[in-house]
């Protein structure tokens, strides 16, 4: 009698493993829709059309890239959230949407830790801290112990606020107890010109942006903030060789899809994306940026994007930094 009432929902339970392997095996069944918060040019915009020629043949429909900027990424992950769980949209975000913008003070109308999956990365990045090279440190010590010597603050330069060096400056200040004094800048390249000529004494970016003033020798790289050292610094330590554990600020662009898309689904996506991702084109890209890029299976990148964004997520409740500030 046991196995009897049991059969129907045996029968239900298989039935289920049927469709759901059927529906992996016809999908994708129209074109895929990738949404983005990048406007057109920007930087992941042109990593998701670097991608959309290799996902396309792997995956066998076109992918059509679609341009939701504004909101501080609010309207393109608004978008992806509420599209219908099937596969067939996928969105690119970064850990700014994925997490911190709920607690950054900007409105949102979707839950970012329970509305997307984490199907596949697109590239990561590691912050690098600079000084002005007439300031005479070299070392992250050599500039605690100014500070602290000097008894003074310095000013340290970024692209806008709640933006990743912003987080960096902060992030360095609180860690270490030194004075420092964020300086937002509308882009990057005004903060380095400024940093290099000593209107601010430190600045916060990336190695595409700062390599040309780190080869003139008119900023010194003081550390990366990421797990490992940058391949094309490999003379520079990262921050917890010098002694600040879990200052890792990787910034992040990965591929998410609505929850409850199907897992046979989304591991289907994971391997078109691995293999996108590794085409010679895109990695020559990603190396040339001085970023790095993580083969991952479908559960590994979505334990590494959780434990990232939680440290993230961390460092925005250390440093009290919010939009409206």
Not at 1 to 8: D, I, V
Not at 237 to 258: F, H, I, N, R, W
Request: hydrophobic share 40%; glycine share 8%.
């Amino acid at each position: 009698m046991k196995t009897l009432k049991c059969f129907p929902r045996l029968f239900c339970a298989s039935m289920l493993a049927i469709s759901l392997s059927a529906t992996a095996q016809s999908w994708p069944t129209k074109p895929i829709k990738l949404i983005t918060s990048a406007a057109p040019g920007g930087v992941v915009d042109i990593y998701a059309r670097r991608h959309q020629p290799h996902l396309q043949n792997e995956l066998g429909q076109a992918v059509m890239v679609e341009n939701k900027p504004g909101a501080s990424g609010a309207i393109a992950g608004d978008a992806a959230a509420k599209a219908d769980a099937d596969g067939h949209t996928l969105f690119m975000g970064s850990q700014n949407e994925l997490g911190l913008i709920g607690q950054l003070g900007v409105p949102v109308r979707y839950d970012p830790a329970k509305d997307f999956s984490i199907v596949g990365l697109t590239i990561a990045g590691y912050p690098i801290l600079m000084v002005n090279s007439q300031l005479g440190v070299k070392t992250v010590a050599e500039l605690v112990a100014y500070i602290k010597a000097k008894n003074t603050s310095l000013d340290c330069g970024g692209s806008g606020t709640a933006t990743i060096g912003h987080f960096v400056c902060a992030a360095f200040a609180v860690r270490t107890g030194s004075k420092i004094q964020y300086v937002p800048y509308k882009a990057n390249v005004p903060a380095m010109t400024d940093a290099a000529s000593g209107q601010v004494q430190l600045v916060s970016a990336f190695y595409s942006e700062v390599a040309p003033f780190i080869a003139t020798g008119k900023l010194i790289p003081l550390g990366v903030f990421g797990a490992t050292r940058l391949p094309l610094l490999p003379n520079v330590p990262t921050m917890e060789e010098q002694g600040l554990k879990d200052l890792e600020l990787q910034s992040y662009t990965v591929y998410a899809v609505p929850t409850g898309t199907p897992v046979a689904v989304q591991r289907k996506l994971n391997t078109a994306i691995v293999k996108a991702a590794n085409h010679p084109d895109v990695m020559d890209k990603v190396k040339a940026a001085g970023g790095v890029y993580f083969d991952m299976n479908l559960e590994e990148t979505q334990a590494w994007q959780k434990r990232i964004q939680t440290r993230w997520n961390n460092i925005v409740q250390e440093t009290g930094i919010k939009l409206d500030k």
